[in-house]
């Protein structure tokens, strides 16, 4: 028996064709969304993690989005206009620092994403409902250690 044929070595290899085949659905919803509201790859992506710095409470910087899509800054004022002009995003000043920019999702953006996304939610809490406590934290920490570990690739990357 190879490597390759061990009880482990054929789990990691369905687990990772689970994970691309993921990444390609979520990759075409995605590109739905963006082509119906006009958006491009990269004005969607901008969008997302506005989005997710308003979930978790600390939203971005214009610089924090433009490190995170390594971006200069004039692109990612381009994008931020384009995004600001279709009423997607606007820039708010920190209540703490007035000099700091904050970039938030404007409300009628929110309505329109839960339209959209709203069933995708949905559908990943029923899945999510099928698992037990512990085994979920299994699969958060797998996903947060991938997480990791595809970030320091992508900024090796960069670094090249």
Do not use: C, W
Not at 31 to 50: C, K, V, W
């Amino acid at each position: 028996m190879t490597d390759g044929d061990t009880p482990r070595a054929q789990l990691n290899g369905e687990i990772i064709t689970e994970l691309h085949r993921y990444a390609g659905h979520v990759q075409q919803i995605g590109g739905t969304f963006a082509a119906r509201h006009g958006l491009g790859a990269a004005d969607l992506q901008a969008l997302m993690l506005i989005v997710a710095g308003e979930r978790s409470g600390q939203p971005v910087t214009p610089g924090e989005l433009r490190e995170a899509l390594n971006f200069s800054s004039g692109s990612i004022t381009g994008l931020i206009d384009r995004l600001e002009a279709a009423g997607h995003v606007y820039r708010g000043r920190d209540a703490d620092d007035r000099r700091k920019v904050l970039l938030r999702q404007a409300a009628p953006a929110v309505a329109v994403a839960r339209g959209f996304f709203g069933p995708i939610a949905r559908r990943t809490e029923a899945v999510l409902d099928d698992f037990t406590e512990p085994e979920l934290d299994v699969v958060r920490r797998f996903l947060a250690a991938l997480s990791t570990a595809m970030g320091e690739h992508r900024d090796d990357l960069r670094a090249r």
